[in-house]
């Protein structure tokens, strides 16, 4: 199986920095998900990684590391908009495309 | 825009009852999925189907079953429904990116009660 934590809520004010880490153990592994999830509604995808190395898309990065079974999701300039569920997930080689999630990091933005 | 719809946004059953909930999905992905979502556990993989009347089990498949008889629609059966079978049920598709990976897109999620 996978073990896949990630830290259960953040708070931080709009306009600051909140990196969102997530670890994991898994054998086979063959890329991570980040996705957002608002109250109520359904996850939507966010980024991908597979190689080491950080992957950026606006106000939203992604970082990996396979050696260390680490990764981490950074929002910048947070909008109160960003206040969400934020979903780590696994997939692996022999998985035909199954997720494992983490239990979501709950971001709530103040103003 | 892929599109994932589920039949029910809200459904409340009584103990014992036999519940359907359909998932259908536009642009001829493959792998369907269920997942419960519950508050400090996740999203749990309940049952996946990665073509027509194929299945396989996931993380937590006991006391449900599937169905998929045509490539877009992915149906969850809970048998014989339980309390401890509320929660929010979601379906997704999925389709292998070019980048790598297979990306899921998830319909609404259907929130069951179970009295």
């Known amino acids: 199986g996978q073990n896949i934590d990630q830290p259960t809520e953040m708070t931080a004010t709009e306009g600051a920095i909140v990196q969102i880490n997530c670890t994991y153990q898994?054998?086979?592994?063959?890329?991570l998900f980040w996705y957002q999830q608002h109250a109520g509604e359904a996850p939507t995808f966010l980024s991908y990684?597979?190689?080491?190395g950080l992957e950026e898309k606006g106000r939203f990065s992604s970082f990996l590391s396979r050696s260390k079974g680490y990764s981490y999701l950074l929002l910048k300039e947070l909008q109160m908009k960003d206040s969400a569920s934020y979903l780590c997930?696994?997939?692996?080689?022999?998985?035909?495309?199954?997720?494992?999630f983490g239990a979501g990091t709950q971001v709530v933005v103040t103003p | 825009d892929v599109k994932v719809t589920q039949s029910s946004r809200y459904l409340v059953k009584r103990t014992g009852e036999k519940v359907f909930l359909e998932c259908v999905q536009d642009m001829d992905h493959e792998n369907m999925f269920w997942y419960r979502q519950d508050p400090g556990l996740g999203l749990r993989l309940i049952y996946f189907?990665?073509?027509?009347?194929?299945?396989e089990k996931g993380d937590i498949p006991e006391g449900y079953s599937v169905s998929r008889e045509k490539k877009e629609r992915f149906s969850l059966i809970l048998e014989s429904a339980s309390t401890n079978q509320t929660s929010m049920y979601l379906c997704?598709?999925?389709?292998?990116?070019?980048?790598?990976?297979?990306?899921?897109?998830f319909g609404p999620g259907t929130r069951l009660t179970v009295t």
């Open positions: 990684n597979v190689l080491d």
């Open positions: 898994t054998s086979g592994f063959n890329g």
């Open positions: 997704a598709s999925s389709f292998p990116r070019v980048a790598g990976g297979y990306e899921q897109y």
């Open positions: 997930a696994v997939v692996t080689t022999d998985s035909w495309g199954k997720l494992q």
């Open positions: 189907s990665y073509d027509v009347k194929m299945k």
